[in-house]
């Protein structure tokens, strides 16, 4: 197993690492029509391979299975599952076969779990030894990519030293999420602990042992943490790592009200990171706090004009008239809230009309941070909805393309609505949330403005 690279292990990295700053560790969305659907599609897939497995060759080995499988899944994904299920019985003759695990993989990186955990349970049957940890392995990582924790922490309750030392530090990581997710913060820093210094995971464990002090109050040892490791993460040229240490580091020094220390660190925020209007925010809070309102100022338009929309870029239209306050400017502070108030109608109007477009399937873009893309909106798709709803979508548009069989065509083309009218009521609500926050700015907007006239002794227009 030596020297094995899982591209899961990257996306579940950037995943952790674009939580809020201030929020609360997000919860997967408890829905039972997702579950219930995704366990109907899990039944339908079922059919579908084994169908396809009476049209399957037989083959003697795994080596040859793997290659056939990889050869013939990029084309047409029943044929190449249906030749798994056509020779399952390999699993269980050759249960040691590094390439077991490498088949359920690509497997659960599919979302095709019942297929995944039949393999599991044939293995299961038929190791001697008992050691599952490579299988426990791949299915923890497969939990924590859709949140489910709890599944997470009882698949790692003990990392088996069976495990390559990155894949072990890789585990030790997961468990301390889950934990951590799971509100044990203080076990979570045990697991972090695990990992040494030169692996490519300390800089992560380090940064979630720092998460992990803030949320119990910790703050004076969180930032020494990350103060001692920044150095470390731009060694190992980690960027995007390193600009969300320098943005956890400003708002732990902000909530300290270390105001000049906390500027200074938002100021390292790279231009083009994903953290910038996070790090501009951070940055106006500091200066307007220091007094130096026209810095804060100028952070705030500099967050009016990011093309991307976010709760940094909307809370900035909010922070001007109040700088124009303490500048004492009476006129701008008007005009400010006027800006702020066409710009929040704007918002509504614009996600209103977004509302009242049919979904089209092929608009949806899950980025590998697990943000959904909608025309200029983004949402936090993968901090509260599984994944694997955007993979069975695409799944079952390449698999209406493959099968012949009228009945099994009709299910399929029965799903894909179903999943469309999910993943379309899902969309809509993602849309009411934003909604709900920019009306609220919106109300506060209007009366501060309000409150401007009673102040000034004018009359609301």
Known sequence: MAGRV??????????????????ALAEKADDQRIVQLDNEYQQLLEEIYL????????????????SEYQHLSKRQRAGGNGLIVANKQLFSTQADNPLVVSVVDMLLKNNERHLAETIYGLVEEANETGNLSYLDYSFAKYHALHHNWLQVNQLLQEISIDLDGDDADYAYLLQ???LQFLKKHRQSIESYDAIADNSPYFVHARLNTALA???????????????KLIPVSQNQRKAELTNRLFVVLGYALLQQEYYR?????????????SYTNRALFGIALSAISQGDHEA????VNMLKQ??????SRDEAYLLSPYIFERLDQSLLIEDSFFDAINYFQTRLLDMEALKNIPLNFAQLQLEESGKLKLG????????LYPTYLITNRHNLEQLSREISDDDLLAQVHGMTEQFDQLLGDIVNSLIDQQIAYVNSYLNQARYGLARHYDNQGKDIQ
């Open 6 to 23: 899982i591209a899961i292990k990257e996306l579940l990295l950037i995943v952790f690492y674009l939580c809020g700053i201030s929020s």
């Open 51 to 66: 169908a396809q497995s009476g049209h399957s060759k037989a083959v003697s080995d795994l080596q040859i299975l793997w």
């Open 176 to 178: 301390g999420r889950s």
């Open 213 to 227: 002090n803030i949320r119990q109050g910790w703050t004076t040892e969180a930032q020494s943490i990350i103060t």
């Open 261 to 273: 220390d906390a500027r200074n660190a938002f100021r390292n925020v790279a231009s083009d990171s």
């Open 296 to 299: 804060g100022l100028n952070a």
């Open 306 to 311: 990011s093309e991307s929309y976010d709760l």
């Open 376 to 383: 200029q909106m983004e949402f936090d798709f993968a901090q």
